[in-house]
């Protein structure tokens, strides 16, 4: 079955640890985002992806970093200087641009990581 | 920037009572509008969408009707059931290529739903 899959489930960082959270498609999807989601809030776009090798910043990027060597890979590394990294992590897929309405797109979901400190 | 605001919850109702999740919007041109749910410890699904003024998303009993004039897309259904308990997330994505595709949030509204 196609989809995207994090891992792991339930993740626990240490004080001054970076921690990799995993993301992979088998959709074929070209473009690629991860959410952060704190409790009782909306997301909030952390990095997003729109073709391999090539990442932008979204709205709260500051103390994260993401590759995409891969077209079904995107994962995202929390570093130490996130000093609330502790929240729920939604990484999502879509076709992407020029394949068709890009606007009108659904976007695939994985189900989270949830990340916290001890 | 854009942005989408959604009535806070929790909104606790019983069993076959209508549902009504107020959402307004703030976008530069025409963006394409989404309600998404999600279930408890799962990622988010799409439950319908509206790409253009007056269009109506429909899926699941739950309707919604893009209406450019008041800039908004509530989420309705007649009858809800237990299995309806669940987060809704609106959305939109921008119309504008240099936004990336990047779909917009609103705060999410928990909907219970008691027997």
């Known amino acids: 079955d196609g989809g995207i899959t994090q891992s792991p489930k339930y993740l626990f960082r240490k004080e001054g640890q970076n921690v990799t959270l995993s993301c992979e498609q088998n959709l074929n999807h070209d473009a690629m985002y991860w959410y952060r989601q704190d409790p009782g809030q909306g997301l909030r776009l952390i990095y997003y992806s729109q073709i391999v090798n090539d990442f932008q910043k979204g709205d709260i990027a500051e103390g994260y970093s993401v590759s995409r060597e891969k077209k079904e890979s995107f994962p995202l590394t929390v570093t130490s200087a996130q000093k609330n990294p502790t929240a729920f992590y939604l990484c999502?897929?879509?076709?992407?641009?020029?394949?068709?309405?890009?606007?009108?797109?659904?976007?695939?979901f994985g189900s989270g990581t949830q990340l916290s400190v001890l | 920037g854009d942005s989408v605001t959604q009535m806070e919850g929790p909104v606790t109702l019983s069993e076959e009572a209508f549902l009504t999740i107020n959402c307004t919007y703030t976008a530069t041109g025409y963006p394409s509008l989404f309600w998404y749910v999600q279930y408890p410890g799962e990622g988010l699904q799409l439950l319908l969408k509206?790409?253009?003024?007056?269009d109506k998303g429909s899926n699941k009993g739950f309707e919604a009707t893009y209406r450019k004039e008041t800039t908004s897309f509530h989420l309705e259904k007649g009858s809800v059931q237990v299995s309806d308990s669940a987060v809704y997330f609106c959305a939109l994505t921008s119309p504008i290529k240099a936004a990336g595709n990047k779909l917009t949030f609103g705060g999410g509204t928990r909907v219970l739903v008691k027997p």
């Open positions: 509206a790409t253009k003024a007056d």
């Open positions: 999502a897929s879509r076709i992407g641009q020029g394949k068709m309405r890009a606007t009108n797109e659904k976007l695939f």
